[in-house]
């Protein structure tokens, strides 16, 4: 029974896998249709995707036809800028397409909705080695996994539920969320900085930097449409730039500790390693991929299986 069961969630796996691969926009539906967005921060998800894509899409697309034309580089640095912009493009969407599908095929005890759990949680609840119960939920959940109410499902070593991506970061998406806060906080600082020298460029000025001064000035004639719009994408891409470091911050810190922040409140370090290195090796996986996991978010196998985990030595 055992192995069937098995082989009949791998099946499942393999067709969810290839229908995430084939189309995002369905296998991303498919698991938010679980959720309640009655819940109080639903607008917060709404604002956040919209001011997260908005930077991803809108804001390049400002900076190559309007702002980098002003700024008038040599051929060579229009070029470095381009490719620049396009690889920090590229680089963001790519890792959170990586987050968004990790979560529902590596992160999620069991889904609800599609009626899918883990293969890793199956072995793991096979071998007799039940210590825990979500009393949200009613699944046998193994250690370190915690329930969100946002996302209404268990997840393996959840830190965080980030609002920019909809969903939780759990035991196999921790290096490509921390990419992406890496290349999120590169771009928008660079694009903020160039967007803030073309608004005292055009503006005249400081006053430039505002947006009541930026749309009078746009009324009057006296500066284009660009200036307004530049001024008002500097306000998102300062807000997003924000998030995405503090964020970026928490996860480094979380991962540099090898705990939760349900151990971290708990002071439960029974996780925690002897050094930041195994600390490290435990989410993100051996130190030769490390680099790789900056071009492009391969699937990289954490020391882990997210159910059986290392636990820090004694000492004397």
């Keep these: 029974n055992a192995m069937a069961k098995l082989a009949a969630n791998e099946s499942l796996e393999s067709q969810s896998?290839?229908?995430?691969?084939?189309?995002?926009?369905?296998?991303w539906r498919e698991h938010m249709q679980s959720r309640s967005f009655t819940t109080e921060p639903h607008h917060l998800h709404r604002l956040g995707i919209l001011a997260y894509f908005y930077c991803l899409l809108a804001t390049p697309a400002l900076f190559l036809t309007r702002v980098l034309p002003?700024?008038?580089?040599?051929?060579?640095?229009?070029?470095?800028?381009?490719?620049?912009?396009?690889?920090?493009?590229?680089?963001?969407?790519?890792?959170y397409r990586a987050c968004i599908i990790g979560h529902h095929e590596h992160n999620v005890v069991h889904c609800f909705h599609c009626q899918r759990t883990s293969p890793a949680v199956l072995a793991w609840?096979?071998?007799?080695?039940?210590?825990?119960?979500?009393?949200?939920?009613?699944?046998?959940?193994?250690?370190?996994?915690?329930?969100?109410?946002?996302?209404?499902l268990c997840v393996m070593?959840?830190?965080?539920?980030?609002?920019?991506?909809?969903?939780?970061?759990?035991?196999?998406?921790?290096?490509?969320?921390?990419?992406?806060?890496?290349?999120?906080?590169?771009?928008?600082?660079?694009?903020?900085?160039?967007?803030?020298?073309?608004?005292?460029?055009?503006?005249?000025?400081?006053?430039?930097?505002?947006?009541?001064a930026a749309a009078l000035r746009?009324?009057?004639?006296?500066?284009?449409?660009?200036?307004?719009?530049?001024v008002f994408s500097l306000y998102i891409q300062l807000t997003c730039l924000a998030i995405a470091a503090i964020y970026g911050f928490l996860q480094l810190q979380l991962l540099l500790r090898n705990q939760t922040p349900a151990e971290i409140a708990a002071m439960d370090r029974r996780y925690r390693l002897d050094s930041c290195y195994d600390n490290l090796r435990a989410s993100l996986g051996p130190a030769r991929y490390w680099?790789?996991?900056?071009?492009?978010?391969?699937?990289?196998?954490?020391?882990?299986?997210?159910?059986?985990?290392?636990?820090?030595s004694k000492r004397s």
Excluded: M
């Excluded at 896998?17 to 296998?27: G, V, Y």
């Design 157 to 212: 070593r959840r830190h965080f539920h980030c609002y920019l991506l909809c969903c939780c970061i759990g035991h196999r998406t921790h290096g490509h969320f921390l990419a992406l806060c890496l290349y999120s906080t590169v771009g928008l600082a660079t694009s903020s900085l160039a967007f803030a020298i073309y608004a005292v460029d055009v503006g005249g000025g400081w006053s430039g930097l505002l947006l009541p």
């Design 218 to 230: 746009f009324a009057a004639g006296s500066a284009p449409a660009a200036l307004p719009a530049a």
């Design 17 to 27: 896998k290839s229908k995430t691969s084939a189309n995002l926009t369905n296998a």
């Design 70 to 95: 002003q700024l008038s580089p040599a051929d060579s640095g229009w070029w470095a800028a381009v490719l620049a912009t396009a690889f920090l493009v590229a680089e963001n969407f790519l890792n």
């Design 125 to 152: 609840q096979d071998g007799g080695d039940r210590r825990q119960r979500c009393l949200a939920c009613q699944t046998e959940s193994p250690p370190r996994s915690e329930h969100c109410r946002l996302c209404n």
């Design 291 to 312: 680099p790789l996991l900056l071009l492009y978010p391969i699937r990289i196998e954490p020391d882990s299986d997210g159910c059986n985990w290392r636990l820090r």
